[in-house]
């Protein structure tokens, strides 16, 4: 794998969503913030903090994944939390990596328990490839190269920066 650089990839993902919302996000009515655990909420933490949002929710897909009797729940994983009312809102929903697109229709399951958004956006740090879903990003940081043997990994550091590392996928 070449070096991916994360730091490169947040900063064209914000500039896409900035240019696309400016600062609605600071209004009552604009669109609101959602990051999926665990990755997702870090960068949505930055995101909202950078686009000046009041508040942001995190999602937590544990109970709505298709390997969930395989898995478990993470113990370190918060509930859901959606300091905004879902519904008839326009939501940005956040993730590190977009590859088979299932968490992503695992936390469609998890916003939609909570009510029915006006719509529903996806915005990715690093996109894989690799879909099982038809599911797309509408903002995407960049596009990523790693072999289909590997998971890639978001880090944050103590300073807030992010890098990616890759590990072995499990079986």
Not at 69 to 87: C, E, M, W, Y
Not at 147 to 158: E, I, K, N, Q, S
Request: a negative charge; glycine letters at 10%.
């Amino acid at each position: 794998m070449s070096f991916i650089d994360a730091q490169a990839l947040y900063r064209a993902l914000l500039e896409q969503i900035r240019s696309a919302y400016g600062a609605s996000f600071s209004a009552p009515d604009g669109p609101v913030l959602a990051g999926i655990y665990s990755g997702g909420a870090w960068l949505v933490e930055r995101l909202a903090k950078d686009l000046g949002a009041a508040e942001f929710g995190v999602v937590n897909i544990a109970l709505h994944r298709d390997d969930y009797a395989k898995r478990g729940l993470h113990i370190q994983a918060s509930p859901t939390s959606l300091p905004f009312d879902v519904n008839n809102r326009r939501i940005v929903l956040v993730d590190d990596v977009l590859c088979t697109g299932r968490t992503v229709r695992a936390a469609l399951n998890e916003l939609y328990d909570y009510g029915r958004p006006a719509a529903v956006e996806l915005a990715v740090l690093a996109d894989r490839g690799g879909r099982e879903m038809p599911v797309a990003a509408r903002f995407v940081g960049g596009a990523v190269e790693v072999g289909a043997d590997a998971t890639l990994v978001l880090a944050r550091g103590d300073d807030g920066r992010f890098t990616f590392h890759t590990e072995a996928r499990a079986l």
